[in-house]
């Protein structure tokens, strides 16, 4: 079996296995004088990692009752960080997410943070890694091993996945100390949060035979689109870092209205495109970028829920996913391009992530790329 298969297919189960963990996590890492103290949250991340507090704004959000933002790491550190209005303490917080705790991006982010008044929140799994160092408050996250072939490096979702969980569950703990939320109602959105393994599971039985069907269908494409709006923009980006990771082929994330200012007069235009919606606010538009993209001679795909009956009915492949509220709907529509890029790759003859040649080694913390090994800010100004 394709472990990047396996991989997705472990998420509802993962889902009942960290759920415990990570509640208890948040409560015991993020004190109620921060809770109530806390005016704006600001996320910092790279890849994955940047994208799950994305997908996670709307719920983080309306959940804990603050105003959040999600940034790439490098941005937060060196470009935004410094410019922040100095308020009281605790009243701003940068929380930086690695599950390997080893990205120099996001813990340069974290000590930028500090030297400029914010609480730094590390959210990773390593305690002994250079995120945590750098961190004054470390919410562990656990990420338990799924057994695949030795030497084997699978594209991530069950990281990308946990991440989530854990974003949601900081931000009920925020909210219901705060009084956002009463106790009863926190624990009712717990329990929802919970329960999403149903519709995870759903997800998978609806969407597996389809994306491989097209796998097969569109094995000749050599480049992909993936649009978003709202939360699902996250969906997007993720999407096109599952293709770029399993296969090797150009993929792009976008913004679904930018799409439609951008994209719309490409002069080569049959690249496969995947509109992702929540079936929610974002339908209409849907919609509209579907007919569009048909229009000019693009391959296009749906990922939304059934009730989308005419975005479905509009596009030439559908990948269903389960009907949930919009804000948790990055735990579904993650679901089908993982399992479309997993049976692409094995169509194609492709090794995960090039088989890491080519300069793409993993020594020295990413090889030439240096994720782990950067020059930190100040090492670089030295």
Not at 88 to 99: A, D, L, N, T, W
Request: aromatic share 8%; proline share 6%; with cysteine.
């Amino acid at each position: 079996m394709n472990p990047m298969i396996e991989e997705f297919k472990s998420l509802p189960g993962l889902l009942q296995d960290i759920f415990q963990g990570l509640d208890e996590s948040a409560r015991d890492s993020i004190h109620p004088e921060l809770c109530l103290s806390l005016k704006h949250v600001y996320f910092a991340g790279c890849g994955d990692s940047h994208f799950a507090p994305l997908g996670m704004e709307l719920a983080f959000s309306t959940l804990s009752g603050l105003p959040v933002t999600a940034m790439r790491s490098m941005k937060f550190a060196r470009y935004f960080a410094g410019n922040l209005p100095r308020l009281g303490p605790k009243m701003q917080m940068v929380v930086g997410i690695s599950v390997s705790g080893a990205v120099a991006r996001t813990a340069e982010a974290l000590r930028m943070g500090q030297q400029n008044g914010l609480t730094a929140l590390g959210l990773t799994g390593n305690p002994d890694g250079k995120v945590a160092r750098e961190s004054e408050i470390m919410m562990k996250v656990t990420v338990p091993p799924l057994p695949k072939p030795e030497g084997v490096v699978v594209p991530g979702a069950r990281s990308y996945f946990t991440n989530q969980i854990a974003l949601l569950l900081m931000a009920v703990r925020i909210g219901e100390v705060r009084g956002h939320m009463t106790t009863a109602k926190a624990n009712e959105v717990r329990a929802q949060i919970r329960g999403l393994s149903a519709a995870i599971e759903e997800t998978i039985e609806a969407s597996e035979a389809p994306a491989q069907e097209l796998a097969k269908s569109w094995q000749d494409a050599e480049d992909f689109v993936f649009c978003g709006s709202g939360p699902n923009f996250a969906t997007a980006l993720f999407s096109a870092a599952k293709i770029l990771e399993a296969t090797g082929d150009t993929a792009l994330g976008q913004d679904m209205e930018e799409w439609n200012h951008l994209q719309y007069f490409v002069r080569q235009p049959s690249s496969p495109t995947f509109i992702i919606s929540a079936g929610q606010r974002d339908l209409s538009r849907a919609e509209e970028t579907a007919v569009a993209a048909k229009k000019i001679g693009r391959r296009v795909a749906a990922i939304a829920p059934e009730s989308a009956v005419t975005l479905h009915e509009t596009v030439e492949a559908s990948l269903p996913v389960a009907d949930v509220p919009e804000m948790f709907s990055p735990l579904t529509t993650c679901i089908p391009v993982g399992l479309f890029s997993a049976y692409r790759s094995g169509l194609v003859g492709e090794p995960f992530f090039r088989d890491f040649k080519g300069g793409r080694d993993v020594a020295g913390g990413g090889g030439i790329s240096r994720i782990q090994t950067s020059d930190m800010w100040e090492e670089w100004q030295a």
